[in-house]
């Protein structure tokens, strides 16, 4: 009987819980898990359940244990900003007779809702040894030996990043030598879009055998509410989302916006009372106070017992005793005192060191004294001064999000008010420790108007921070590719002076730096524009230093899809060419207004670089360029500076222009422009020609 009644209490003590916990995750009456995923609002299974129609969860029973689907898209997990689903492969495969055995294509399509394929968790991955993408992305190798195990270096497997905001993912793979001479070892070829941290290249995914398990690596996508900023959603108090005790803030790809519960609650900031109060003194672990802590709704006081004084925070100043005796020993508590804050000062010290030393600190130390008297000297910002610049890291003061990090707005409160763009590692790994410390030397030698400048740093914190000026317009490429139907406010003026601070500092980068920089990843969303729209070039955690005696460096390939010059693609052989290359795309998204690879549109298409230089030599320019740059531009101009990308677009890179020339080419064009702006071209629209009036 004492049994079964402590199983009742327990049982019922677990009803009790679920229930508390349900009442903080979905609506009243509604389901909170399919099968053993959970499934919060703003997402729901069942009528009213969730937030809109593009939350509706279908929980799919015929699977044990059930399983959710957005429409026919497997969920795997729900996250805070963020929903992992089940991949799709494109893939075929050969048996050993050299006959096709599987060949099948992938499609994802996120049209019509506020979902889009998260641009810095996913990579576009291809990997075979006889492989051609229908994007034009090849991987070849013809032995084994060449294929390195866990390297997507583009023998074997090649990586590359997607564009922001992407909401179709269709891909096809086909064999170029119906696999002659690589069956031993290769029998199938795949691409697919995959979370970058969950996988890891290896040679057995080359087998027909392990092709299923590939679909077990997760795509995350980004989704958002409201489908407009928080400026506009704040407007409407009855559609706005954001409960209690939390706030908003706009979505990385500007497909609306999300909500986040306030510094000192947590809980689910969609549902009424969904923001709980955290009561931080219950935290026996973690309690902030040394010695009484006093909760308050999203904070909390620390204070000391009556026979003690101080502040009573354990990263204060804890809680003194106060002395009863006579001066000698009050004396000694100065001297008790004196030495608890030595004592806890060596600590501080020793865990800046080691923190320190743990995030390159010794070797940036090296680099930067190595090209003292050539460039500015980097501040070292405290923790504490970063905490306190971006409220905590709040997720409202991300800017930006990249392959290596996130970016934050930061706020000084100076004598005046300083506004600060700090760049935090993603992860903490030798790779991206590199990648920070390398981003930090080559900023160190650059001193150019159109490059972002470089402030400091700060690395006493186990994540290192970069801190560089916050400039205030954002990217170009936000700029330029607006929703559909929509016509960028960027005049043909502007484009043509953006396109020449560009080119002239990446000529500056190429040339006239201390040692040659290649960037590696310019495109239109690492060019930001500032209050007046000067353009400066940005993100140089993927860069490399050039020595002057080399002409091309052996790299891991690195880039975004769209970007990524074919040539080092398929050899890893890095140039300068590479980058000339890449602001050959940038051109043509100026020129016509397009993303640089657009699932969306046709087969011929969607790969703009390759339509571009297409529709130039079959004479129709004018079908591409957008409406605004033929009306404003002179056409001459125009045709000028697409002959320009055409040359920048050349597969071989021996026969690009180099950036020099490329900067003087649009410099003098420019010059041109402004000269001529009282002429009949600027009274008059312009028309292209072989298009009637």
């Given amino acids: 009987m004492s049994a079964m009644l402590l199983l009742l209490l327990v049982s019922s003590l677990m009803i009790a819980s679920a229930t508390a916990t ?54 795997v997990q729900f996250l805070e900003t963020e929903v992992r689903i089940k991949n799709t492969i494109a893939a075929y495969c050969y048996n050993q007779s050299g006959a096709s055995i599987y060949n099948i294509p992938s499609s994802i399509d996120l049209h019509g809702t506020p979902y889009t394929f998260s641009s810095t968790k996913n990579k576009y991955t291809v990997i075979g040894c006889d492989t051609l993408a229908s994007d034009g992305c090849t991987t070849r190798c013809d032995k084994r030996e060449n294929v390195i195990q866990g390297s997507c270096s583009g023998s074997g497997c090649c990586q590359t990043s997607i564009s922001k905001g992407l909401k179709e993912f269709t891909v096809a793979v086909v064999s170029i030598d119906n696999h002659t001479n690589i069956l031993s070892f290769d029998e199938c070829g795949a691409a697919f879009l995959a979370e970058e941290d969950k996988y890891k290249f290896k040679i057995s995914d080359f087998y027909y055998n392990n092709i299923p398990s590939l679909t077990e690596v997760p795509v995350v996508l980004n989704f958002a509410v409201g489908n407009r900023t928080c400026k506009e959603a704040k407007k409407n108090a009855t559609a706005y989302a954001c409960k209690d005790n939390s706030d908003c803030y706009d979505s990385v790809d500007d497909t609306g916006y999300l909500c986040g519960c306030n510094t000192g609650y947590k809980g689910n900031p969609y549902l009424t009372l969904g923001c709980q109060d955290v009561n931080e003194c219950e935290d026996l672990n973690n309690n902030p106070c040394e010695g009484i802590c006093t909760n308050t709704q999203g904070s909390y006081n620390c204070s000391c017992p009556d026979d003690s004084y101080s502040d009573g925070r354990k990263n204060g100043d804890g809680c003194t005793k106060k002395s009863k005796e006579l001066p000698i020993l009050q004396l000694s508590l100065v001297g008790g005192s004196w030495l608890y804050l030595s004592i ?22 090296h680099q930067i004294s190595s090209h003292e008297g050539r460039g500015k000297s980097t501040k070292i910002f405290t923790a504490e001064e970063l905490k306190l610049a971006t409220n905590n890291y709040d997720q409202r003061r991300i800017i930006g999000q990249g392959g290596s990090g996130t970016v934050y707005k930061g706020i000084l409160p100076d004598l005046r008010i300083f506004v600060l763009a700090i760049k935090k590692s993603k992860i903490i790994d030798e790779s991206q420790l590199g990648q920070f410390i390398n981003e930090i030397d080559i900023l160190t030698q650059i001193n150019h108007r159109n490059v972002v400048k470089r402030i400091g740093c700060c690395l006493e914190t186990e994540v290192p921070l970069l801190v560089y000026e916050f400039v205030a317009n954002g990217t170009l490429s936000h700029h330029l590719h607006k929703k559909s139907g929509e016509m960028s406010s960027i005049s043909w003026e502007d484009r043509l002076r953006i396109a020449t601070e560009t080119a002239g500092a990446l000529s500056y980068l190429h040339s006239a730096a201390s040692i040659p920089i290649i960037h590696r990843d310019v495109k239109s969303a690492n060019i930001l524009l500032d209050e007046h729209y000067t353009a400066k070039v940005a993100d140089f955690g993927a860069s490399r230093l050039n020595p002057l005696d080399q002409t091309q460096i052996s790299t891991l390939v690195q880039g975004t899809m769209g970007y990524l010059d074919s040539e ?77 990308a055409k040359r920048c677009l050349n597969m071989k890179g021996e026969e690009r222009s180099t950036m020099k020339e490329v900067a003087a080419e649009l410099e003098g064009l420019r010059g041109s422009y402004s000269s001529a702006s009282t002429s009949r071209w600027e009274t008059e629209p312009i028309w292209p020609m072989n298009v009637p009036r």
């Fill in 22 to 75: 349900n009442k903080t995750q979905t609506k009243p009456g509604c389901q909170l898990k399919c099968g053993n995923i959970a499934v919060p609002y703003p997402f729901g299974m069942g009528e009213k359940c969730s937030i809109d129609e593009w939350a509706n969860i279908n929980c799919n029973t015929s699977f044990h244990p059930p399983k959710p689907f957005i429409g026919t898209i497997e969920v």
């Fill in 344 to 365: 806890r000062k060596r600590k501080l010290v020793k865990l800046k060191k080691k923190f320190f030393q743990q995030n390159g600190g010794l070797l940036l130390k």
């Fill in 568 to 644: 080092y693609f398929h050899t890893s052989q890095l140039t300068e060419k590479s980058d000339v290359y890449s602001f050959g795309v940038v051109l043509a998204e100026l020129l016509t207004g397009e993303k640089p690879l657009c699932f969306e549109r046709s087969q011929e298409q969607r790969n703009l670089a390759a339509y571009f230089v297409v529709s130039l030599k079959e004479n129709r320019l004018f079908e591409v360029v957008e409406a605004g740059v033929v009306k404003k531009g002179k056409t001459d101009h125009v045709h000028a500076v697409a002959k320009l």
